[in-house]
Nanobody
Framework: QVQLVESGGGLVQAGGSLRLSCAAS????????MAWFRQAPGKEREFVAA????????NYGDFVKGRFTISRDNTKSTVTLQMNGLKPEDTAAYYC????????????????WGQGTQVTVSS
């Protein structure tokens, strides 16, 4: 069983930055893929980024366009999402996920989810 706890969300002005962290309750190296998803009010949950066990970045969501960077530290069992150039449309609850998906962009492949951390970007 893997428990995930996100932190680092908050309120930021457009153009600002935030750094989200996800702490896993077990050795992160035991999870094949760790990822971030987000969900804005009234919208479906959307893929943000995924990284494999070796630290290789698998995918970014199409909207990222070089603004976000995902990384992981298996010694600390954490995965981090550095978000720069934030826009109001990035406002959402951000969720950490872990699993062994066939398709890293698909929610259905992830077995474990955190409770989410809110990111609000003001214009």
């Amino acid at each position: 069983q893997v428990q995930l706890v996100e932190s680092g969300g908050g309120l930021v002005q457009a153009g600002g930055s935030l750094r989200l962290s996800c702490a896993a309750s077990t050795r992160a190296s035991s999870t094949a893929v760790m990822a971030w998803f987000r969900q804005a009010p009234g919208k479906e949950r959307e893929f943000v980024a995924a990284i494999n066990r070796s630290g290789f970045v698998l995918n970014y969501g199409d909207f990222v366009k070089g603004r976000f960077t995902i990384s992981r530290d298996n010694t600390k069992s954490t995965v981090t999402l550095q978000m720069n150039g934030l826009k109001p449309e990035d406002t959402a609850a951000y969720y950490c996920a872990a699993g062994a998906p066939f398709n890293s962009r698909s929610q259905s492949g992830y077995d474990f989810w955190g409770q989410g951390t809110q990111v609000t970007v003001s214009s």
